[in-house]
């Protein structure tokens, strides 16, 4: 570790040029490449793709075909929609779809037409000659005349069409609901086009000024992709000016002339403007009652420009106007510009390994972004602390590689390493995560550890030679406030160590406690801004009616026995008593789950007073075996009977019967109407997949699927990958930490000490979301490893720092206080930037940002107390263990290879000049 750290510090010395040209054209090269890394089509693919009911859902579209469903919320001012005016509009709906180019995607079937309306019962007296409605109460009389009427098959599916206020004896409803089928398509961007396409037409209907006509579908919410990608920009962006402002104060060299005062003041109330220009969009959408809605509407890349116009007029005037502000320019630019090489590197890589990105890499900028400032604020303020200390320019970056570059190495190594550790995940999401996070780390790492001293190497060495370096104003380059109020917390170590540790166990046992609370949810309605209309229409959809969702089960293998037969007749049997499934009472009682199933189909053409009833099909039925109870025998080949129904109901057939391979009829689909929702998707699909377990006793495979289905797994298994690789990380950073520290110091009790405080970090985190009452899902669950991968490096700068400071200093008190002094308020800077910087996704429109922003905001709030308030308790107690044992707590053999690398920094070889 120090031979690669001594590597690098000669080779910046030496080769400052020949570094920055690598440095450029490496991004030149992955640069071409970052731009094609965009998010996958399908996100749910990446996070489960061995999963069974993924598959199955596959197999049904490419076998079946599938269909979507747009649901249009019919509302009315005057509170109830079973009107004339309710009428008039449903009538023109259909009239307008069926007559635009949206007629060609429409999903007709024999059972159920594409478009069905709340007023469907009116609408089929109509058809079926009934005089024309001329007040609302003829529109009533004839809603229920119909509804009489209705085949129970469908009567339940009507009702689901109105509120949950309606009458049924009144035939009053607050708002109505009409159903449009249309073809679904395996490409993402042809479906999205395909329910915008849908939603356009419906938004040229013509109704009375009493109705209002709104769309939803979860097709739309993918058709707003282009609005989250620009809520994401605008929010990445807000970060990204925010945390230039607040590291331009951090990197402040103070002046002392009052006109560099004034310029200085003057810069930063320009780049406060800049980053208020940037968030005001976001702050008129979230609070649209206190800021110009005009302001949310504005197009973001204006907003950037003008934002960037006022930090370049700044930087401008610092550069121009003063030597020590155009010192803080350059430091603050050049951190910001290898943070943005290092995200280039990895998004190149990306893209070259991946070819697309999964949700969870989404926000790896953030790691990098927190990580980078960490690492230049380290590096920064120790070469300042050289400069000032009298060393030459050359010397000073020796120092600085050597001394922070090995907590930097050893925090790289750890981290990354612990990623890492999810390339062995089943889910590919998060083995891609895990990899370009690492790769991503050692990319920053190495930036700032060569790029930066190569560029500040060539900068200050012209300032050196010429006499103009200042270095007496780097002194305390960093905000002088944080390293003093941090030094004044080494107080509570040096003399509550034990206190402050007992405090910190109870607070991770209520943490850990509240983590049994942690709810797991997730929505792709999340995702859609809150002040969206779109999201309006869905939570009525779903908070007002009871409309039926699609749940599937697929049933592959040789169906066409009398075995299979007989089974699926039981499966489908049972289906009926599993709640949440709709079901259809017939006239004697009988019970059948509801929806376009096989035996469904099926049971229509063998009924004998059956709309569908097919004699001759029902005589092969019986040539074939059938009794009574619809069962035949076990060993009946029914692919004859098969074939007649195909021939004679090719269309009926085709959406519930399958030949797949060539071989005979090998798949069958059951169809079911069901409410289970988000909620209770997982109950769901266990109660029918024990339903159909006697399919699976007959040598066939089964399983349900559907959306909400495929959602609930993809978080389930989401949470339980992380726990699993939150583990592995800790138990690998925590392995090398031993390693390196027994290697380094002949104390390898250090690694277990520094990463005490991590896990504690997580607790505490995940305990906090508990309380607050913030779901597990996809986005939150990105803070376990967020808050590893920035807490890790917190914990051994300090311990690092540490362990130098205990060489010189007389005493263990003396030591933590040094070391909160100068690295503690360099990690205090670091954290306060990126919290300041992250912490604005809580203006964001939508809901897993907003809590991401908040959540992020408070694991590196956490994560900096822990460092310098946990583990300085530790260290100190751990110290005056040994001390209590009469040996040091330092090994000699570290004292003498410190005194080694202190003098090889100044007997270097010869720069490159």
Known sequence: MKSLVNTLAVTVRK???????????????????????????????????????????????????????????????????ITLDGLQAALALEEVVRSSESAEILADSPQSPAIVSYLAPVQSALQSGAPFPQSDSEVKQ????????????????????????????????????????????????????????????????????????????????????????????RLLAAAAFIILLVLAIIFLVRPRSVRDRGLFVAGVALMVVGAGVVVAPGLSLLFPDIFPTSWGEAELAPVLLTALSFYFVAFVLWSTGAAKLRRTTADTLLTFATIALAIQWMNGYGFLRFEDQSQLVQILPILLIGLGVDYSIHMNTRYRQEIHAGRTVDASIGAAIRTV?????????????????NVTNDIPALREFGELAAVGIIFSFLLMLTFVPAVRELLDRRSERKGALDTEGLEGGESRALPKLIGRTSLLP?????????????????????MTNLSTKFSFLDFVPTTSPLRDTAVTVDQRFDFPETTSVLVTGDVATGAAWNAMLDS???????????????????????????????????????????????????????????????????????????????????????????????????????????????????????????????????????????????????????????????????????????????????????TIPVAMVVVWVFGLMAAF????????????????????????????RYLEERIEQPSENDAIEQTLTFTGGALAGSAVTTIAGFGILVTSTTIPFRQFGF???????????????????????????????????????????????????????????
């Open 142 to 233: 004839l809603y229920l005349a119909g509804l009489e009427q209705v085949p129970p098959q469908f009567r339940s599916f009507l009702a689901a069409l109105v509120s949950d206020d309606a009458d049924a004896n009144a035939a009053t409803a607050e708002l109505g609901l009409t159903a449009i089928t249309y073809q679904s398509s395996d490409n993402f961007d042809e479906l999205a086009e395909r329910a915008l396409q849908i939603a356009d037409t419906v938004d040229t209907v013509e109704t009375p000024n009493s109705i209002d006509l709104e769309s939803f579908s979860v097709e739309l919410i993918f058709a707003s992709g282009d609005d989250f990608q620009t809520e994401v920009l």
């Open 15 to 81: 080769y400052p040029r020949a570094i920055i040209i690598v440095s450029i054209a490496i991004t030149v090269v992955l640069g071409g490449f970052a731009g094609q890394f965009q998010p996958a089509e399908d996100q749910n693919e990446s996070f489960a793709p061995e999963a069974a009911e993924l598959t199955a859902s596959s197999e049904i579209s490419a076998t079946f075909g599938a269909v979507s469903r747009m649901q249009v919320v019919t509302s009315s001012e005057n509170g109830d929609v």
């Open 405 to 421: 570059g090995i907590a930097l190495v050893l925090a790289t190594m750890t981290t990354a390493v612990g990623f890492l550790t």
């Open 494 to 514: 040096k003399r509550f160590a034990v206190a402050t540790l007992v405090v910190a166990v109870v607070i991770t046992g209520f943490g850990a406690f509240s």
């Open 855 to 913: 959540v992020i905001a408070y694991t590196i709030m956490l994560a900096l107390a822990a460092a310098v308030l946990v583990l300085p308790s530790m260290l100190v107690l751990w110290d005056r263990w040994h001390l209590g044992r009469g040996e040091p707590s330092v090994d000699e053999s570290a004292i003498h290879d410190a005194l080694q690398d202190s003098l090889a920094a100044d007997r270097e070889g010869t720069p490159e000049q």
């Open 572 to 754: 489908y049997t049972a289906a009926a008593d599993v709640p949440l499934v709709q079901v259809i009472e017939t006239s004697t009682g009988a019970r059948f789950a509801s929806g376009q199933s096989f035996m469904g189909v099926m049971f229509q053409f063998l009924s004998p007073t059956g709309e569908l009833a097919d004699q001759e099909l029902f005589d092969a039925a019986l040539s074939s075996g059938v009794n009574q109870e619809r069962r035949f025998p076990d060993d009946a080949d029914l692919s004859s009977f098969y074939d007649l129904a195909v021939q004679r109901h090719p269309v009926e057939m085709a959406g519930v019967l399958a030949v797949r391979n060539g071989a005979g009829y090998d798949a069958a689909l059951f169809n079911l109407d069901t409410t289970a929702g988000e909620n209770s998707a997982a109950d769901l699909a266990d109660g029918l997949n024990a339903a159909f377990s006697p399919t699976q006793d007959a040598g066939l495979d089964s399983v349900a699927t559907s959306n909400f289905i495929i959602n609930n797994l993809v978080v389930t298994t989401l949470r339980d990958s992380q726990v699993s690789s939150l583990l592995l990380t800790l138990g690998a950073a925590l392995l090398l930490l031993v390693i390196n520290f027994f290697f380094e110091s002949r104390r390898p009790m250090l690694g277990v000490i520094t």
């Open 773 to 800: 009452n913030i779901p597990f899902g996809p986005v939150p669950a990105t803070i376990s490893a967020l808050g590893i991968g920035i807490g890790i490096p917190y914990m051994i700068h300090v311990t690092h």
